[in-house]
C-alpha cells in the first residue's frame, strides 16, 4: 500500500468492458449476480441481441423480479443469416437507446447494464454522444455498465471503471463454435 488515503466510494460508477477478448457480457452478468444477492435491482438492455435462448434469458428469470432484462436489438449485423436492412437495425438500436434513456432516467434500478452498446455505437446504429449523454444523465447512486468491443475513447474518458478483454487464447482460433454453457 502507499501513503494515499482511501474512502469509501458512496456513488456509483461507470463502468466499461470492452476489447477483443471474451468475458464482456459475462463480467456485466457477474455484476448483475452480486448485485442481487445485496437486494439491489438490476435492469439489463441489450443492444443488437435479440430473443434468442442465451442461457442467461433463463438464468436470469431464476433471479426472480430483481433483475429486468430487455433484448432490443435485431440480431447479428453482416453475418450469414442477416438478411435484415440495416435501416431495421437501425430501428431496433434506436428503440434500445429510447428504452436505455427511460429506464436511467426513472432511476427504479441500482444497476443498469447495457450490453453491447459500444458495438451499436461503432456500427453507427447509435452515436457516441448518445453513450455520452446516458452517462451524464445517470444518477449519482446508479452503477452504468456498458460493455462490448470498440468502446469509443471519449466514453473511455467518461467511465470511472474500464477494464479491456485481451485475446490471448480462444478455441475458435482452433475451429470451436460457440460452445452451450460457456458462450451462450
Ligand atoms: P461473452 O458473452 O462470452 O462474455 P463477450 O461479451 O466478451 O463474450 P462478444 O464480442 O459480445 O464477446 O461476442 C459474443 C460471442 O462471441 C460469444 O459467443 C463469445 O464466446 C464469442 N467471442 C468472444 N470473444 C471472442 C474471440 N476473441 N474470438 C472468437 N469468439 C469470441
Ligand atoms: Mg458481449
Not at 457480457?25 to 435492469?43: F, M, P, Q
Request: proline fraction near 3%; aromatic fraction near 4%; hydrophobic fraction near 40%.
Amino acid at each position: 500500500m502507499d501513503d494515499k488515503t482511501y474512502r469509501k466510494c458512496t456513488h456509483g460508477l461507470t463502468i466499461v468492458y470492452t476489447g477483443n477478448g471474451k468475458g464482456k457480457t459475462t463480467a456485466a452478468l457477474g455484476l448483475c449476480l452480486r448485485a442481487v444477492g445485496h437486494g439491489n435491482k438490476v435492469a439489463i438492455i441489450q443492444f443488437i441481441k435479440s430473443n434468442w435462448p442465451y442461457g442467461e434469458v433463463e438464468g436470469l428469470k431464476r433471479l426472480g423480479p430483481d433483475v429486468h432484462l430487455e433484448s432490443l436489438g435485431a440480431g447479428c449485423i453482416g453475418l450469414p443469416g442477416d438478411d435484415k436492412p440495416i435501416e431495421e437495425h437501425k430501428a431496433a438500436a434506436q428503440q434500445a437507446l429510447e428504452a436505455a434513456r427511460q429506464t436511467i432516467g426513472e432511476a427504479n434500478y441500482n444497476t443498469v447494464i447495457l450490453d453491447e452498446i459500444h458495438v451499436a455505437a461503432k456500427l453507427n446504429l447509435i452515436r457516441t454522444q448518445d453513450i455520452l449523454e446516458l452517462i451524464r444523465m445517470k444518477p449519482t447512486q446508479m452503477n452504468l455498465v456498458l460493455t462490448g468491443r470498440d468502446a469509443h475513447d471519449d466514453v473511455i474518458a467518461a467511465a470511472d471503471l474500464v477494464t479491456e478483454m485481451r485475446e490471448i487464447k480462444h478455441p475458435f482460433q482452433n475451429g470451436y463454435l460457440g460452445k452451450q454453457g460457456i458462450d451462450f
